[in-house]
């Protein structure tokens, strides 16, 4: 225990309540086993009493060195890997990496492909939204929205193996396109599952959107304004929950999503009750992407003219998409080889995890968990 | 409701709440006396209900055993014990300790024994307190004739606790 | 010895008042049966209704629809081995598990199942139920501490700390029920009938008064019955320690629950004493606000034709089981290995089919019919306690306690002083 | 076993954009000038330190290594880039000051993303930027933990991923990718070696 409270030291502390019983601070180590921290994070807290004072995370346990494998695999044997960073949104993990590759190479998917990606990408958002959701509910204590949300994810799952033959880690895309061609039924079964996820979403919220003691648990808990969030580089739906209207597919429009319209949820507060509902209305909003898109399907080819053997010429580009989590983005340095010369993966998990400290300190134990579950990281993505 | 084997359960009890009273002295650690504490104001509790008071049995077993004991418990375990069993637990002053019980044992021979001559002592013989308007008996004689002494009590625990939520208030 | 038997067959009043040792004895039998049975059904119902407000099914293995699954679950604790940690304390580990079963099972004493069929008619009956629920937190405290490490001790803390505070709301709600056994209140609010004028506590007393008044305390002052009923619901939650309550256990938490260290047949007596206090307390509930073992609308609805079409119901919901387990025998699946489920569940039906038939003969129906309509409304509330486990996720210590002291005390007390001033107005 | 691949086909272009001398293939893309009101004006500030490319539509200025602290809160406040994307180095083990460290800032308001890169030798040091965005405290502790690049004024420069007592800096090219930190792993992790 010695090393961590060397390593506690830096942390300038809020300030300790001078209580007549002068109760003594407390060094608690809560994970990486700790049920309810999604992965392997650990979080050291410093108490006084029940307030945190302060919090480190270390991370790293799941650390498994893709940036180095990028440099010595060929880019489309990289592919799969970019899956395993955040394994519960693997399909945009996919997106972005070709995309970046596809800019590289200066080559356009075909708008059949692009309509694809649109449709399994949002199908993606959603899946990772109602995984978050349960999760989250659980920590906070409610049991029941757990199976709701998984029943309903398994629809989205069974769509993903019927079309790319994986549940989760799906490999969906290639460089320059898709690989498969939609299975016959494909547009049924997403139609299908919008008119029966649409109900569905609407029943999530009944349990808890008015249930008195959700609203207290997660109202005015981990609260971060619009100014720290950008200073902290948050994005996604914490930026969006705290009043900045910012999204990465309306503002630098990437796969033909300038041709859907979508409005983007935005909540003043920033409270751990906004980014929930932020993240429903985004669930609906995905929902009107998709039926769009699956409208208007285009025939035609779904895989542009690639050479065989891909060797971008050399140059570095920074491509980024917007996951379910936040910016996504991918910084590759080509050297011509076949193999790149240098992939950096900037993930939103990361990024946003490091605002935990700013948005806990001061609350309590038990809002230390609520604000994890809130942030929505995944350790495979932080750790890469 | 005729008293059912009442020598039997008399003595039964008086000796539980001996045993246990001579246990909450005797016991090294704090909480094994407070349990044995418990069993004295439980044994007590039985003796009040054979007095034909169901009332003042009833209340006892709320405030003494499930209040006050709960709160000794939450004070013994929150202050650290290993420093009070280090301590000596006998300051061997037997001196002292025979003349206060003599002394006390007197005095209650004495009033037992003047209790008969002196009518006013126990005022009502025992039984007749009605058994099943006990509860109204106490009612209308605490709010009636002893209503001052019921209320001073009761400022005095305002102020209690007042100053109890001072104390452990953080800021104020 | 055998008249000293039959002496008390005819006579009116409970075995304990009538100090007869025998019934009394066979009463307290009747009891324990009773409620280890109930928890039994408590442990598959809660299992299976829950699963089903989950959209999934519940036990289905160990026996028909998961029916020995609390048999399995019995068998399985006491057979584990009992550990007890190296350094805890020997007495007090052992001792705390039985403080809270003592505490849950003399509850029972005095619930009044029907006019005669109470343990004993205490002129105190409630003020001797809190008193001993309240003994329980001493369990829970003493199991925290004997388990001698750090988080059984915080959350037996916080576990103790919640039920005493919300015994003073429970309290509260209590006292004005007992109020309202002596007020009739004149004017509006007058429920017209001439009571006996003098209150009573105890448990039958109560029952009696609601049935002269012919008013469930519930519904009478108005509001008021109900704002009482709902603070005393709220307070028996917490007070059990359960769903929106149940912080101490709460796995995400830091702190563990009380009953971490304890394992095998002394954790099944914590899980044992949990339902049999929460039965308790809402037969406590049922007695005090919906007319103990009255049937519903007795005076609405009363006339001889009435008291057949309800003096049926138990009957009809043994019948009404009976169907349920044969037809869900039928639809069970034909494979050889489901022959023997399929038996036994259609067994089981029979079984309930039968009871159902008894029950409707005249001399059996009349004496079950308080004891039937006193189950019934304690089955309601239990229900309650599984739907909310099932929807409200899990209040923060500190909200718990603000909701204890800030909203439950003051308008308890409001209650109680609202009682007063309708009920002599 | 993969085969080790070569250090480093061929040396990226230097930043005078020399032709790429692939032989077959039609030369890619080049990275052109970027000029544009900002550029000019920080070129009129700090004259010759500063060069503004342009490749595929992505605008990014090389930089000397002076202007570090004091250009990026020019960006930031003037320029209104308050949202440091990323920070990441890249190794080039044959040039003389071998590593580019890259900041990758975005502008909400112009809605612009710019990228900012200056070369550093092996042991050099950086300022740190965490005073400017607060964002780059962790960033820079995953270059310090994969390059070895160390930011001065950093308030806690440690490694982030790698446990603290790992020797060896894995993104470096001579950084074998089935190298390990053995002696950390036979000590922490009692085993032979993690192979």
Known sequence: MTETVKSLSHLELGERDETFLGSNELIINMGPQHPATHGVLRVI??????????????????????????????????????????????????????????????????????????????????????????????????????????????????????????????????????????????????????????PKIDEYEELLTTNRIWVERTKGVGVISAADCKALGVTGPVLRASGVKWDIRKAQPYANYSEFDFEIPTRGAGDTYDRYMVRMAEMRQSLRIIRQAVERIPEGPIMAKVPKVIKPPVGEIYHSIEAPKGELGYFIVSDGSTQPYRVRVRPPSFVNLQALDSMVRGQLVADVIAVIGTLDIVLGEVDR | MQPVATTFFFYFLSALALVGGVLVITRRNAVHSALALIVTLLALAGIYLMLYAPFVAGVQIILYAGGIMVLFLFVIMLVNLERAEKEKQFNKQWLVAIVASGALGLLFVKVFTESKTIPGLLQKPLAELAETSNTQQVGLALYGNYMLAFEIASLLLLVAIVGAVVMAKKKI | ?????????????????????????????????????????????????????????????????????????????????????????????????????????????????????????????????????????????????????????????????????????????????????SLHGSGIYGTGTAGSGI??????????????????????????????????????????????????????????????????????????????????????????????????????????????????????????????????????????????????????????????????????????????????????????????????????????????????????????????????? | MLPEKGAGAKPATPPKAAAPAVPAKPTGPVPGAWDSAMVARFKRQYGSGIEALTYLGQNYMVVDRSLIPNLLLLLRDQEKFEYCVDITAVHYPKRERQFDVVWILYSFEKNERVRVKTMIGENESLPSSVEIWPTCNWLEREVFDMFGIRFEGHPDLKRILLPEGWRGHPLRKDYGIIQQDKEWVQINLGIESGQ
């Open chain 3, 199 to 425: 209150g009573t506590l105890s448990m039958i007393g109560i029952v009696n008064a609601q049935q002269e008044q012919q008013t469930w305390f519930a519904f009478k002052f108005f509001p008021l019955g109900l704002i009482a009923l709902f603070v005393f619901a709220v307070a028996m939650v917490a007070e059990t320690n359960r769903a929106p309550f149940d912080l101490p256990e709460a796995e995400s938490e830091l702190t563990a629950g009380f009953h971490t260290e304890y394992s095998g047949f002394r954790w099944s007596l914590f899980f044992l004493a949990e339902y049999s206090a929460m039965i308790a307390v809402s037969s406590i509930a049922v007695t005090l606000w919906l007319g103990g073992w009255l049937r519903p609308f007795a005076n609405l609805l009363s006339g001889p034709t009435w008291d057949l079409v309800f003096s049926a119901f138990p009957g009809l919901t043994f019948l009404g089981l009976a169907a349920m387990a044969l037809f869900s025998a039928k639809r069970m699946p034909k494979h050889r290995f489901f022959k023997i489920q399929t038996l036994g569940l259609a067994g089981f039906g029979a079984v309930l089919g039968l009871i159902g038939l008894i029950l409707f003969i005249p001399p059996v129906r009349d004496r079950i019919q308080d004891i039937y309509w006193f189950v019934a409304k304690v089955a309601v509330f239990m229900y309650l306690y599984i739907w909310y486990r099932g929807t409200f996720p899990r209040y923060r210590f500190d909200q718990l306690m603000q909701v204890g002291w800030k909203v439950l005390l003051p308008t308890g007390l409001a209650v109680l002083v609202a009682t007063a001033l309708v009920g002599v107005l």
């Open chain 3, 1 to 181: 010895m055998l008249d000293y038997i039959t002496s008390y067959l005819h006579s009116n009043e409970t075995p304990g008042g009538a100090g007869n040792m025998f019934w009394a004895f066979l009463y307290i039998l009747a009891i324990f049966v009773g409620l280890s049975i109930a928890v039994i059904a408590m442990n598959w119902l809660e299992r299976k209704i829950l699963a089903h407000m989950q959209v999934r099914l519940g036990p289905m293995r160990v026996g028909p629809h998961g029916l020995l699954q609390p048999i399995a679950d019995a068998l399985k604790l006491l057979i584990k081995e009992d550990i007890m940690p190296a350094e805890a304390d020997q007495l007090v580990f052992w001792v705390a598990p039985l403080i809270t079963v003592l505490a849950a099972f003399t509850t029972f004493i005095v619930v009044p199942f029907g006019p005669t069929h109470a343990v004993t008619d205490m002129n105190i009956g409630i003020l001797f139920m809190l008193g001993v629920s309240s003994l329980g937190v001493l369990g829970i405290v003493t199991a925290g501490w004997a388990s001698n490490s750090h988080y059984p001790l915080i959350g037996s803390l916080r576990s103790s700390a919640q039920m005493v505070s919300y015994e003073i709301a429970m309290g509260l709600a209590v006292v004005s029920a007992v109020l309202m056994t």
């Open chain 1, 45 to 198: 807290l410093k108490l006084d009493g029940e307030k945190v004072l302060g919090t480190e995370c270390v991370i790293g346990y799941l650390h498994r060195g893709v940036e180095k494998i990028a440099e010595n695999r060929t880019y489309s044997m990289f592919n799969p890997y970019v899956d395993r960073m955040d394994y519960v949104a693997a399909v945009s993990n996919g997106l972005g990496y070709c995309e970046a590759v596809e800019k590289l190479l200066n080559i356009q998917a075909p708008p059949r492909a692009n309509h694809i990606r649109v449709i399994l990408t949002e199908l993606n958002r959603i899946a990772s939204h109602q995984l978050w959701l349960g999760t989250h509910a659980l920590d906070i204590g409610a049991i029941t929205p757990l199976f709701y949300t998984f029943r309903d994810r398994e629809e989205i799952l069974k769509v993903f193996e019927k079309y790319c033959g994986a549940r989760l880690t799906t490999h969906a895309f290639r460089i320059g396109g898709c690989l498969y061609e939609t299975y016959e039924g494909f547009e049924r079964d997403v139609k299908k599952f919008c008119d029966f996820v649409q």
